[in-house]
């Protein structure tokens, strides 16, 4: 079993950064893939990053270059740092962890989910 809670979130201007923590309970956490999913108002959940087990990430192509997914194995937290923020990032971002192999991208992928922590981001 693994909780996540995320943290970070808050509303910022355009242009801005932002870094979104996700720390997670359980002894394994270091054997998950850790992702970042978002959910805007009217929209469905979407994969934002991920990272892998020995530290690869990937990216939905809407974000590359602004925002970076890190793990810190040790503090048992997954973080997104998001720069260049822009109106169309605002949404809820949760954190997620996953027990499969691979590179999972889907919402179905995934084992356990946070609560999540709002991103607003003004114009």
């Known amino acids: 079993q693994v909780q996540l809670v995320e943290s970070g979130g808050g509303l910022v201007q355009a242009g801005g950064s932002l870094r979104l923590s996700c720390a997670a309970s359980?002894?394994?956490?270091?054997?998950?893939?850790l992702g970042w999913f978002r959910q805007a108002p009217g929209k469905e959940r979407e994969f934002v990053a991920a990272?892998?087990?020995?530290?690869?990430?990937y990216y939905a192509d809407s974000v590359k270059g602004r925002f970076t997914i890190s793990r810190d194995n040790a503090k048992n937290t997954v973080y997104l740092q998001i720069d260049s923020l822009k109106p169309e990032d605002t949404a809820v971002y949760c954190c997620a962890a996953a027990s499969t192999l691979g590179y999972p991208r889907k919402t179905y992928e995934y084992d356990y989910w946070g609560q999540g922590t709002q991103v607003t981001v003004s114009s």
């Open positions: 359980g002894r394994t956490f270091s054997s998950y893939v």
């Open positions: 990272i892998g087990l020995g530290g690869y990430t």
